[in-house]
């Protein structure tokens, strides 16, 4: 709700802010034609996704042997409304861009029904995700190409950015269990075509590379188990993927445009140097006041492989240029 509040003030006081200007106007001016030798935009988006993190990916990986046979039925809880910003600088003389957009989303409550076949029979049961996150910043710089009147490219790429977190299921935990700091580079490709009456299509792909480091902390408190890893330092992580944004632009003002858009981002996650060695016990009474260990220790010696982490969803946007 706060998020929708900044998002309708933001354009409230843009509209404000170029009324004048609109009153002036006549014609509106085609972007591209226009005389202005660079520009600043904002644009802020109010955007829908569906985040599928690895943790879901992976529950029937079968390269997994906690049980032979798995199988899990579609993800809920999965959904969270952000309003992501992407500011660019393009140099309409010299002809090149420069973009930089954050944005960050959290999933708590993701779940789903899961079922697990054994030697002693089959179980459904509903299967929770722990609390998790996932951050973007990317920054690009584009060689802008126009080989027709209304067609635009932009050629570039830059640096991404994406950070990962796991949070504990209680408190004891702290702030968090798993944490990934990743960067590296990536190549992107815009196109713009400019349609009759004030609306134009944009498409834009990235394909990027990310590596960095794990950082974890001990212990890790299960649902019905006490656990505790060695063999922890030097773990990485790896995203490889692309990203693909897809929208169609009405400029309502000579410096306003209004979106709608579609925006894909898959990438595969992969442990980088995993050789870790879990220790664990039985709980009984976890999360209150008199915890125990029950059982003996056990150990074992986990397997990662890769799997998706991705996130997809439409937007609805107002871009503001000055």
């Known amino acids: ?73 579609a993800l809920k809880e999965n959904g969270k409304v952000l309003i992501p910003f992407l500011f660019s600088y393009e140099n309409l003389e010299k002809g090149f861009k420069l973009e930089l957009s954050y944005f960050e989303i959290e999933i708590v409550n993701a779940n789903t029904l899961l079922y697990q076949q054994s030697a002693q029979g089959g179980n459904l049961s ?67 075509y400019q349609l009759p009456y004030d609306f134009a299509i944009r498409l834009t792909m990235d394909v990027f590379y990310t590596q960095g480091t794990r950082f974890f902390k001990q212990p890790n408190l299960m649902e019905d188990r006490f656990q505790y890893s060695l063999s922890t330092a030097g773990t990485g992580g790896i995203f490889r993927g692309y990203e693909l944004d897809g929208s169609l632009s009405y400029s309502f003002h000579p410096n306003m445009k209004f979106f709608v858009g579609y925006n894909l981002i898959v990438s595969k996650f992969s442990y980088l140097n995993y050789n870790e060695i879990q220790l664990s016990r039985s709980t009984e009474n976890l999360g209150s006041q008199n915890p125990s260990l029950t059982g003996n220790w056990e150990w074992n010696l986990p397997k990662k492989s890769e799997n998706f982490d991705t996130l997809r969803g439409i937007y609805l946007g107002v871009m503001v240029s000055f």
């Not at 660079?38 to 529950?59: A, N």
């Not at 029937?60 to 199988?71: A, F, G, H, L």
């Not at 802008?144 to 950070?163: C, E």
Request: aromatic fraction near 16%; avoid cysteine.
């Open 1 to 73: 709700m706060k998020q929708n509040l900044i998002y309708i003030f933001l354009v409230s006081v843009s509209s404000m802010v170029f009324a004048e200007g609109e009153g002036r106007e006549t014609e509106r001016p085609v972007p591209e034609g226009n005389s202005k030798k660079s520009e600043w935009s904002l644009l802020l988006k109010r955007q829908t996704y569906q985040y599928l993190p690895y943790e879901y990916s992976s529950l029937t990986d079968k390269n997994e042997s906690i049980v032979p046979t798995r199988s899990s039925s």
């Open 126 to 192: 509903r299967f929770y995700l722990s609390p998790m996150a996932r951050s973007e910043f990317e920054l690009n710089l584009y060689k802008t190409f126009t080989p027709t009147k209304d067609l635009k490219l932009n050629l570039g790429g830059g640096v991404r950015n994406i950070n990962r977190y796991l949070y504990g299921n209680y408190l004891g935990q702290g702030t968090f269990k798993e944490y990934f700091f990743t960067y590296g580079p990536q190549v992107s490709v815009q196109s713009i």
